[in-house]
């Protein structure tokens, strides 16, 4: 059983609009989700998190929006730079252990 | 000390040798997990230390791997008899307690040949 699903294995946006990233889970004993870039040949970057009493975060270019009601968060970034090509996974965090996604490719194109 | 760090970054082997990988956390940190990563696929939980005491370990975790990690500090993975559906990427990540997150090193890709 998949917990953190992310439904869209790729996205495409250009330089200097908005990508927005989305994840769905099953759980709702989830306590904490993260969001993590990956580029290849390196391991998973932590890039922001949320708690699950909140419902946004906001770190820069970087927002996660949380609604527990429909147990889907989203990343947005703004403005996309093309050094924001990775692939992203959502995590969400089930007691001491990070449950992931299966990721989505970003590509920002000039 | 600048983040975590595994080796080998690569290794590959034949079927039925044994592996082992280390991972050197960031030194204040008291816990270290171990996650598998397949193609296609998000990295899936293999178990954790906190300290020197492995607290939880997945069933992904056949007895055919076997994870320590004396005095608390670096950890060491091994694979006994390897088979071909070992190969993945075997990343390590390590937090201090009573926060969420994880800090990932570079990974060891293992091809098992």
């Known amino acids: 059983d998949q917990q953190v699903k992310q439904n869209s294995p790729s996205l495409s946006v250009q330089e200097g609009r908005i990508s927005i990233l989305n994840c769905d889970y099953t759980?709702?004993?989830?306590?904490?989700f993260l969001w993590y870039k990956k580029y290849p040949a390196e391991g998973p970057t932590f890039l922001i998190s949320i708690s699950s009493i909140k419902d946004k975060n906001e770190d820069g270019r970087f927002t996660v929006f949380l609604n527990k009601s429909a147990k889907h968060l989203s990343l947005h970034i703004v403005p996309s730079q093309p050094g924001d090509s990775a692939v992203y996974f959502c995590a969400a965090a089930n007691t001491d252990k990070l449950i992931f996604g299966t990721g989505t490719r970003l590509q920002v194109f000039p | 000390d600048t983040g975590v760090s595994q080796n080998p970054r690569h290794k590959i082997t034949k079927r039925g040798q044994n592996v082992t990988f280390r991972c050197d956390p960031i030194?204040?940190?008291?816990?270290l997990y171990w996650y598998r990563q397949t193609l296609g696929q998000g990295p899936e939980f293999l178990t954790y230390?906190?300290?020197?005491?492995?607290?939880?370990k997945s069933r992904l975790l056949s007895d055919r791997f076997s994870a320590e990690r004396p005095k608390g500090s670096f950890s060491t993975l091994e694979i006994q008899r390897t088979e071909q559906g070992d190969s993945a990427m075997y990343l390590c990540a390590s937090s201090s307690q009573m926060v969420y997150e994880q800090y990932f090193g570079p990974g060891t890709r293992l091809t098992v040949t």
């Open positions: 030194s204040e940190h008291n816990r």
């Open positions: 230390f906190q300290n020197e005491a492995q607290l939880e």
């Open positions: 759980n709702s004993m989830f306590d904490y």
